[in-house]
Nanobody, 119 residues
Framework: QAQLGESGGGVVQAGGSLRLSCAASGTIFNINVMGWYRQRPGKEREWVATSTSGGRTNYADSVKGRFTISRDNAKNTVYLKMNSLKPEDTAVYYC?????????????WGQGTQVTVSS
């Protein structure tokens, strides 16, 4: 079992920055992929960025060049630094930890943290 604790959301003006944090705890071993998703008002949850324990990162086109995902593997923590925020970045942001099993992958999710960008 794993638990994900997020922090760092808030209200910011367009063009501003925020940093989200997500710490994984519980009975987990050899975490590889950790990532962030978001759910904008009236939209389905969408992928934002992922990071592997080896340092590989991937980003959705909508955030590429503005958001940076990083990791502290010793602390099982993933961060999302968001720069040049736009009103359309307003969403609930969720941390994601996919754990491969013998037959399928189980996704752990954080409780979500609200990010509101005002114009």
């Amino acid at each position: 079992q794993a638990q994900l604790g997020e922090s760092g959301g808030g209200v910011v003006q367009a063009g501003g920055s925020l940093r989200l944090s997500c710490a994984a705890s519980g009975t987990i071993f050899n975490i590889n992929v950790m990532g962030w998703y978001r759910q904008r008002p009236g939209k389905e949850r969408e992928w934002v960025a992922t990071s592997t324990s080896g340092g590989r990162t991937n980003y959705a086109d909508s955030v590429k060049g503005r958001f940076t995902i990083s990791r502290d593997n010793a602390k099982n923590t993933v961060y999302l630094k968001m720069n040049s925020l736009k009103p359309e970045d307003t969403a609930v942001y969720y941390c994601n930890l996919p754990v491969p099993g013998p037959y399928s992958t189980y996704d752990y999710w954080g409780q979500g943290t609200q990010v509101t960008v005002s114009s």
